[in-house]
Every structure is written in structure tokens, then in C-alpha cells.
């Protein structure tokens, strides 16, 4: 017969095993799907979907986030036309720079009902990420409607330049206390749009008295919003950026914040 001694030592030793387990099962229920309706692009020489998907792994896709996902334990899905049956199906909606007539002939904008089906969507628990883009990139228009349930809306314009490869010009360490930015100092955001706040709509960050990056705890769900693709393969990782960037840990905190406001179904 063991002793307590001996229980309590193996009872240890069995948790720092399960322990990766143990965290990984917390979001092995969690479905993470991305829009590919709204922004629908295709590559000119190929014809095939491409530009901030799961499955583009050129500098142009988001392969890389999708990988931070699943090293997590969640399940990615590319995401269509968004009715409440597909909504139903996820915890996690990531919509991205929605199409302008110059990037697709005949763009799917959001209309009264897709609106309603996001918005009761995330009322009762869904968690919605908003990745826009700046003014002549992304159709704000509908968007916006979408937006304004949630105390945000974007506005057209483009801050950030960045000339070149001076890649300062893009940087922001002025950073706050948020979990986005733990252990975080320096990150690059190029050209990107700022956003008005109204209601229970909440800053992350603020540079020169332009929100950057906002959030919302709307009924059950939360809505995050930027004004930028922003962690797309070219800019997560060092294949263009310097070292002294630090968007890949910040990538990871924000697929972390998300994976935490996940309402399992």
C-alpha cells in the first residue's frame, strides 16, 4: 500500500505530464472560422481564393495564424455566406478586409441580415474578430453597419505610412497594460485605419489620440476590431520585419484573448 507521501508525489508528477493535455483540451472544442465571403479575391494568373485564408501560405495568406490556432487545440474552418446555421457551428468568426469593387467585380457586402444573424450571433456567446484594412483598401460602407451594433465604426483614412522598408515608420511601443501586449514592447502596424468608439466599446490602443485597436464585451460575446489585416504571414513573422518587432507575441496573446472569450458549444 502506498503511502500518502508517495500519493501526493505521483499524484504531482501525473498532472506535470497531463498538464499540455490538460490545456490543450480546453479549446479542442473551439471552431475558428474565417471569412471568405465578404472578402473573396482571387489570384489573377491561378483563379483560386487567396489573400488573408488558412490555406494561402505566401506572404498574402493568414497559414501561419491558422497554425497558432490549431498548436492550441482549436479547429479552423474557411467560412461562406455567414446564416445563422453556419454561425451556430463556431465560436470564433474572423472577418477581414472586406472586398471594394476594385478587388472583386461584384463584392458580397453585408446586408440587413447577415448583420442581424452576426450580431444575435455574438449576443448569445459568439466572439467576433473585425481585421479591417485603411481607407482605399477596405469597403467601409456596409461594414460599418455591421460595426455600429458593436459602439465601433471605421473611418476612412490611413495612418501608419510606411515608405519602403523603413519599417519604423509602422512601429508603436507606446504600449498598455492589456493581454494583447504581455511581454510585448514593439509592434508593426502598416497603414492602418482608426476607430470611433460609442456605447460600451473599449480602447486597446490609442496613439495620438486615434483608436488603433478597440474591443467590446457585447451580452455574452466580445468583438475585437483593428483597422488592419496586421498579423497576415508577411508581417507576423521576420521574413521582411526586423527582430525588434514582436507581432508574432503578440499574434499569440490575441489568438489566446480570443480562445478565452470561446463560448463552447
Not at 22 to 27: D, P, R, Y
Not at 74 to 91: Q, W
Not at 147 to 162: C, I, K, S, Y
Amino acid at each position: 500500500m502506498e503511502k500518502p507521501k508517495d500519493l501526493k508525489r505521483n499524484f504531482l508528477f501525473m498532472l506535470l505530464i497531463l498538464h499540455p493535455l490538460i490545456v490543450q483540451n480546453l479549446f479542442s472544442q473551439t471552431v475558428v472560422g474565417l471569412d471568405n465571403w465578404y472578402n473573396h479575391e482571387t489570384n489573377a494568373k491561378t483563379g483560386k481564393p487567396f489573400h488573408y485564408l488558412w490555406t494561402d501560405t505566401e506572404l498574402s495568406g493568414y497559414s501561419r495564424w491558422g497554425e497558432i490556432f490549431t498548436g492550441r487545440g482549436a479547429t479552423i474552418k474557411t467560412i461562406g455566406k455567414p446564416d445563422a446555421n453556419v454561425l451556430s457551428k463556431i465560436n470564433i468568426y474572423i472577418i477581414v478586409d472586406p472586398d471594394t469593387t476594385s478587388e472583386t467585380p461584384s463584392p458580397n457586402y453585408l446586408r440587413p441580415e447577415d448583420i442581424s444573424s452576426i450580431e444575435r450571433w455574438v449576443e448569445g456567446g459568439g466572439v467576433l474578430a473585425i481585421l479591417a484594412n485603411d481607407g482605399p483598401n477596405c469597403e467601409f460602407t456596409h461594414l460599418n453597419k455591421l460595426m455600429r451594433q458593436f459602439g465601433m465604426t471605421f473611418n476612412h483614412v490611413t495612418l501608419h505610412p510606411v515608405t519602403g522598408t523603413n519599417f519604423e515608420m509602422g512601429a508603436s511601443t507606446n504600449l498598455p497594460v492589456h493581454p494583447i501586449f504581455k511581454g510585448v514592447t514593439k509592434i508593426y502596424i502598416k497603414e492602418v485605419s482608426d476607430i470611433n468608439l460609442s456605447g460600451t466599446a473599449k480602447a486597446i490602443l490609442i496613439e495620438k489620440g486615434k483608436v488603433l485597436m478597440a474591443e467590446n464585451n457585447f451580452g455574452k460575446g466580445y468583438v475585437f476590431a483593428i483597422g488592419d489585416p496586421w498579423i497576415y504571414n508577411e508581417y507576423i513573422d521576420h521574413d521582411r520585419l526586423p527582430g525588434s518587432f514582436e507581432n508574432r507575441r503578440a499574434a499569440e496573446n490575441l489568438t489566446d484573448l480570443l480562445l478565452s472569450h470561446a463560448k463552447q458549444k
